[in-house]
């Protein structure tokens, strides 16, 4: 009787072991998952974030073109004046939605314009390479009106102050009929870049230099804005694999004990004497 019950309790115990393993074996698998996804995502951000510093870099190259970045003569002499570092207006200033293209027109070269606190230092210095326009970054309230195009950007009050006297129209038809109600020195601009005063229209043509300088400039920063965030879900993805891998060594460990646990179990059993086995 004995007997039978040693046997019995070495039998009951290699269950125990089997279940036992077999939960670490699962937990081994789904440590295994677990990295292997974060893996993949891993993988899947690094592409993306590869993907994203090509469009970057060749946007910025357009860019520096439109914006006379590119050139050497006149980088020299900002860089000589501490100024290598100085925003353009188009890189400083927020234009709503749909009216990017009545601004271009209206700032043309202007946009290419170097943003400096005291623009008034520099007015006796000789620029190399061509014409340089400077404008102060200073903002103050200002009253304008309703219908002008300064309500449509967010920059420099020196450039509001310029555009509040370019008002605006949704097309030419309705431009044309407020050109007899202008005052002297005023304008109007229609969101296609059709600008009228008396006497005088600018159309906006196809493939001029600052075409799209400024949804350009959006791309630009929404693109670093998301580059940044991928940098830091890649650095959490890199500790998450870093966790992943310990947790699932230590899993491989506790399955390693427990297959141990089990074959002891097993020579326990065959170890009994030949009495305790069923004949």
Known sequence: EQARELLAAAQEQVELLTDALEAERMVVQAGQQLLQQTQARGREAEQELSRLKGRLASLEALQHAALGQDRRELARWLEQHGLSAAPR????????????????????????????????????????????????????RLSMDADSLATQVR???????????????????????????????????????????????????????????????????????????????????RRAQEQARAELLQAERSRESAQNALYAGHRRVAELPESCKPS
């Open 155 to 237: 920059g420099p009050t020196a450039l509001l102050a310029w555009l509040g006297t370019v008002r605006t129209a949704p097309d030419l038809q309705q431009a044309r009929e407020l050109l007899a109600g202008l005052d002297i020195g005023q304008s109007v601009v229609t969101p296609a870049g059709e600008w009228l005063s008396s006497g005088f229209a600018r159309l906006h043509g196809q493939g001029e230099a600052h075409d799209g300088v400024l949804a350009r400039a959006r791309e630009i920063e929404a693109l670093q804005d998301r580059i940044e965030a991928l940098t830091e879900q890649l650095e959490q993805n």
């Open 89 to 140: 207006l188009a890189e400083v200033i927020s234009v709503e939605p749909g009216w990017e293209r009545a601004v271009e027109t209206v700032l043309d070269h202007l946009l290419e314009a170097v943003v400096v606190d005291v623009p008034e230092r520099l007015v006796a210095e000789r620029v190399p390479g061509g014409v340089l326009y400077l404008m102060a970054p200073g903002a103050a």
